[in-house]
């Protein structure tokens, strides 16, 4: 398999564009992509825009096992909280 390396800067945010490839019609390929260590600026943040158009919403509207999200939610939120290494004391060790 012969390879072909091409490096941009991302020009708009979810779309890379490649042109003027040496490939044919009917031809396969396979593509992957290798992003840099700093992928996004530190402190980046979703606009609401973008979180809505994410698959973020409505991640849990299939699951069947989950009868109320708001619910489970607040339950996954309370074990990253307490889990061990961050800093805060879960009820299993309170008062040891």
Known sequence: M???RIQQTIQKTGEL???NLPVFQGQ????????SPTEKPEGARMTARQLLRSELIGLW?????IADSVQYARQ????????PGT???????AGQ
């Open 76 to 83: 996954l939120r309370e074990q990253a909280q307490t889990r």
């Open 61 to 65: 509207k299939d699951r069947t096992d």
């Open 28 to 35: 396969q390929v396979e593509v992957i992509l290798l992003l």
């Open 2 to 4: 012969q390879a072909i």
């Open 17 to 19: 564009n490649i042109a």
């Open 87 to 93: 800093g805060r004391i879960s009820d299993d060790t």
